[in-house]
């Protein structure tokens, strides 16, 4: 028999159960092998016995009696059979060999057989390593999937939030561009009452100009008066007709002195209260700015959502900063960004802390949105919020000479940046948020 050659690739998958039949098929031929060797044996042992027991009997014959023919003659026939059993044996012999040979032969093919077997083993102790270290790939991939599929549900969420967030930002907006047209409006309406009183006011300022020069017309005539009456006082009895009508005049003058007095009062007050009104208007103007530059910056930063930030801009998140390379102090950095259509950096997280500390140089001081020059002792940020998370450097806000109202952030290598309180007229660099 022929070594029967068998060709699998790396990807066939063989199972315990069909290896084992197939090596049960492979054993069939040895067993085979094995029967005819013991039949063959079986065969040259009985092959044996007969010649021996023919030897036996053919020396007794010889021994025996000449006359016992029909011993001889049986003899003869045990000498024909055991010719036939020789040449019986002879064949048996010559099967012997051929059997002898193919037994070699099969022992070969068991050999080649056991090794194939050996080899068919080693390629399943593999594939089953394979086949594990796949079902560990699969079952990595299927969680690695699991937890895709879940980080695209919540960014699916994050979505729709961050659509119905930009739609309620566009509504906003819409409520803002209307409130601000109405403020404008209410802003020309109230400068025209404005106008209109600085109007009366110069009126009356020169009203009282002409009754100050007429006062004043009147105390010389009064002067002058008192003057002449010392005089007429002397001549008392020629000029009594005078005295008494010149004391009449001087009464008159008098109530209209006490009139025009009274008058300057009335006023002065009118004056304080016009001042107050400007002073008041003028405050509300500057509160309406104010509003109206906030407006002007959640506008902007509403339309700038999805744009990239502009020039020497830095992009974090959804906002844009800028940091200026001249110093100003607080007032003047605010109004700064403020034209750039941004305002002072409001800082919400600690990322945005490191963010912004990461945007300066070693060791350099900017000024931020935050102050408590309001109240003291409460920071606030400019949009209006309570500064709640604080980074402030050790020792920090210590309101040196109680007139550090405004806030800086200094850069550090290591950790976020710390927070200081400093004078408001420092002139510091800046960072704008947009």
């Known amino acids: 028999m022929g070594k029967k050659s068998i060709l ?53 014959l010889a021994s025996a009696d000449p006359t016992q023919t029909s011993l001889q003659f049986q003899g003869d026939r045990l000498q024909d059979g055991y010719d036939a059993s020789t040449a019986e044996r002879k064949q048996l012999e010559a099967k012997l060999s051929n059997l002898t040979e193919e037994r070699g032969q099969l022992q070969q093919s068991y050999t080649a057989l056991t090794t194939e077997r050996n080899e068919f083993k080693a390629s399943f102790n593999n594939l089953t390593n394979e086949n594990d270290q796949i079902e560990a790939s699969y079952y990595t991939l299927k969680r690695e999937n699991d937890q895709l599929q879940t980080s695209y549900n919540n960014m699916q969420k994050s979505h729709n939030n961050l659509t119905a967030t930009k739609d309620q930002l566009q509504t906003n907006n819409s409520n803002l561009q209307r409130e601000k047209d109405e403020l ?17 006011y110069s009126s009356l300022k020169i009203n009282k100009e002409q009754l100050q020069a007429s006062y004043n017309t009147l105390k010389q005539e009064s002067n002058q008066l008192q003057t002449s009456y010392n005089n007429m ?34 006023l002065r007050t009118l004056s304080i209260t016009l001042r107050e009104n400007r002073d008041q208007l003028q405050s509300n103007c500057s509160s309406l700015k104010i509003n109206k530059d906030q407006l002007q910056i959640s506008f902007n930063t509403t339309s700038t959502t999805d744009r990239p930030c502009q020039t020497s801009w830095s992009k974090f998140e959804m906002s844009c900063y800028f940091v200026s390379t001249e110093k100003k102090n607080w007032e003047h950095s605010r109004r700064h960004c ?28 900017a000024w931020i949105g935050m102050t408590d020059s309001a109240t003291e002792g409460t920071w606030m940020w400019v949009d209006g919020t309570p500064v709640t998370t604080t980074y402030w450097d050790a020792g920090q806000p210590d309101n040196v000479g109680w007139v550090q109202d405004c806030g800086d952030t200094k850069q550090k290598s290591s950790g976020v940046g710390v927070w200081n309180d400093e004078r408001c007229s420092t002139k510091k660099n800046l960072i704008c948020e947009q």
């Open 233 to 266: 006082q002397k001549r008392l009895e020629e000029l009594q007709t005078n005295h008494n009508n010149l004391t009449a005049a001087k009464d008159q003058l008098q109530t209209n002195n006490r009139n025009l007095q009274r008058e300057k009062d009335e």
């Open 8 to 60: 699998r690739t790396d990807t066939d998958f063989i199972s315990p159960s069909q290896l084992k039949v197939d090596f049960q098929r492979r054993k069939q031929p040895s067993r085979c092998v094995t029967v005819c060797l013991g039949l063959l044996c079986a065969v040259l042992l009985a092959g044996n016995i007969g010649q021996f027991i023919y030897y036996e009997i053919i020396s007794r």
């Open 338 to 365: 403020i034209r750039k259509g941004a305002d002072l950096v409001v800082i919400d997280s600690k990322a945005e802390q490191a963010f912004v500390n990461g945007l300066l140089t070693s060791d350099q001081e």
């Open 184 to 200: 404008q409006t209410l802003c020309i309406t109230l400068r025209e009452n404005r106008d209109q009183l600085q109007s009366n």
